[in-house]
């Protein structure tokens, strides 16, 4: 296998780590490391005493995987939740220095393309995203500055149609901008590929470049912040922002983006505190300093014909990587501002994302020993990993324990208050992203009020985590199917994302959750069987994959979604704000 090597001849642009950031990296090791050892020990006692069976080892191996994940998540979260109370809005600042170092009013120098790749979208939701972008740009001193790119690898020709009439009407009505629309006849490379194939033509030509989504909703304002502390920071290589969710009609986004507002608040601040200049690219909504990614970021197309060959899927935090491993700094602001991007309108919608993330995140795999990454991008492409690894050991890890249900005498050895208390443990670090993010707008009254106040963001959260708590499973099962799927050469392609609609039908929730069904119906039976207790314990998951058809379906109920609204139930800011811009009336309408 061919992959880029460091350029040695290359000086590192940022200066060597300072003693603090390398405290704080040895800290949050440790921190790690006892709590997965602590867990995983505490889980071992239930069984030692006794011989460990091969049942109980492959149970432990499961236990085992799902540990890191966790773990990284509580203490992220925690680290991020102290951050801002201690620090408050200069905590952003406080993980990324250079957010410090720029004037509000600093000139923009540097030549920008912002660009948007596309493959079968929908050309007018997603095309004027970019043309309200370019709009609010227009009105500032520093238009100029920067060009518009739609690359098309759409391959349906009504659709490219429709791209092209969409691109010539907006190019009429705005002549003096920068407007360009080019369309490859091949999918090269997936999103990569086109991105790669537009930094290598004359088009290309820039200082940064703004990658952004179909689904992707960015301000002037946010842009100019990015462009001026790129400017005032050269050992900078990308700047990703802090990306949240649009106002939106569905009530599973509605409640999904409540949950992951708060969790990823709290979860990227605190580990921006250790991450440091090895920072994350979620692969949208971040700028780039265009020379050295096309020098050293193009991605290696992986040999063989197995299911973690060929393309490179989720290619974001393996171009942080890489730039990282070229001697530029990888940051992010990790604070909310008009950075935005659409989510899925259903959990069907959802599962078929996180497909599709889960092939990608799993070719890192392969690449684990790429040549001079520095220590802790290599643990970023391992945590990438084991975040699709958990959900399959957890799913892993209930079957084998009900399977030794069967054998008399197996599970007795267990006590119920540890075992208890043990779960409890667990459940707790799982939701301890929301939890810290929940705390941070509880403990601010500006954040309250944006929210509508503390007792609906509490009410809000509660059943954000309850729900979290039925969906996890339905696709973890998802996950999981597909993972055995992998071993005998199943892949996923790069297909449009479904990113609005009225209802999910039965016919299509049943098509992709029947799986679920018959799998909670069999477990339920099989616990009635051989462990009635356990059906006690059992209620959540076995009512989760039970009811995964009446769940998917009832979530993204119109109905359901207005009544969300009217009473605000799962509001974020942008929904309450007294004069939402364009891009959230039409999100809201």
Request: hydrophobic fraction near 50%; include cysteine.
């Amino acid at each position: 296998m061919t992959l880029i090597t460091p350029d040695r001849s290359y000086q590192d642009a940022a200066p060597v780590e300072g003693s603090a950031i390398a405290a704080r990296r040895r800290l949050v090791l440790g921190l790690n490391a006892v709590t997965v050892l602590a867990l995983f020990a505490v889980m071992v006692s239930f069984f030692a005493p006794a011989g460990l069976s091969p049942g109980e080892v492959a149970l432990l191996g499961c236990f085992l995987l799902t540990l890191p994940w966790l773990s990284i998540g509580f203490w992220n979260s925690v680290l991020g939740l102290v951050l801002d109370l201690r620090h408050g809005q200069r905590a952003a600042a406080h993980v990324t220095p250079a957010l410090a170092r720029v004037r509000a009013d600093a000139p923009l120098t540097a030549r920008v393309a912002i660009v948007m790749p596309l493959r079968n979208e929908d050309p007018d939701a997603s095309i004027d995203r970019l043309r309200r972008l370019e709009a609010e740009i227009a009105q500032s001193p520093w238009a100029g500055r920067f060009s518009y790119h739609v690359l098309s690898d759409t391959d349906a020709p009504g659709v490219a149609l429709r791209e092209e009439a969409r691109v010539a009407q907006w190019r009429a009505a705005r002549p003096n901008a920068r407007i360009h629309y080019r369309r490859r006849s091949e999918n090269t490379g997936y999103k990569a590929g086109n991105i790669a194939d537009f930094l290598h033509s004359a088009e290309g030509e820039s200082d940064f470049f703004l990658p952004l989504d179909a689904d992707s909703e960015m301000g002037a304002g946010t842009v100019f912040r990015l462009v001026r502390v790129m400017q005032a920071n050269p050992e900078i290589g990308m700047l990703q922002s802090l990306v949240t969710g649009l106002p939106s009609r569905s009530l599973f986004t509605r409640v999904f983006q409540f949950g992951m507002r708060h969790g990823m608040r709290s979860f990227t601040l605190g580990s921006a505190w250790w991450q440091g200049d090895c920072g994350p690219n979620w692969g949208h909504n971040v700028l780039i300093r265009t020379a050295p990614f096309r020098t050293h970021c193009m991605l290696p197309e992986l040999p063989g014909r197995g299911p973690l060959s060929g393309p490179i899927l989720s290619h974001d935090q393996l171009e942080a990587v890489l730039i990282r491993r070229a001697g530029y700094e990888v940051r992010v602001m990790a604070e909310e501002s008009d950075s935005f991007e659409e989510n899925p309108p259903s959990l069907v919608d959802f599962i078929r994302r996180e497909l599709r993330w889960m092939n990608g995140n799993l070719q890192y795999l392969r690449l684990l020993g790429m040549p001079g990454l520095k220590p802790v991008s290599r643990i970023q492409l391992v945590l990438a990993i084991l975040m699709y690894v958990s959900a399959p050991a957890w799913m892993a890890f209930i079957l084998i324990g009900a399977a030794m249900m069967a054998v008399p005498g197996q599970l007795n050895a267990v006590a119920a208050g540890p075992g208890l208390a043990l779960f409890a443990t667990i459940l707790t670090l799982s939701l301890s992203p929301k939890i810290m993010g929940l705390v941070q707008v509880l403990a601010r009254p500006a954040r309250r009020a944006a929210y509508g106040g503390g007792p609906r963001v509490a009410l809000g959260g509660l059943i954000e985590m309850l729900f979290s708590m039925l969906t996890a499973p339905i696709v973890a099962l998802a996950l999981t199917r597909f993972a055995i799927g992998l071993l005998f050469g199943q892949r996923i392609g790069w297909s449009a994302q479904q990113r609005s609609r009225e209802r999910l039908e039965w016919h299509e929730a049943a098509r992709v959750l029947w799986p679920q069904t018959v799998i909670g119906v069999a477990l339920g039976a099989w616990f009635a069987a051989f462990a009635p207790w356990a059906l006690i314990f059992g209620a959540p998951i076995l009512l989760a994959l039970g009811g995964a058809i009446p769940i998917a379906v009832c979530s993204a109920l119109p109905g359901a979604g207005r009544w969300s609204r009217r009473v605000g139930l799962f509001d974020i800011p942008e929904d309450r704000a007294p004069a939402p811009p364009a891009a959230i009336h039409a999100n809201t309408a």
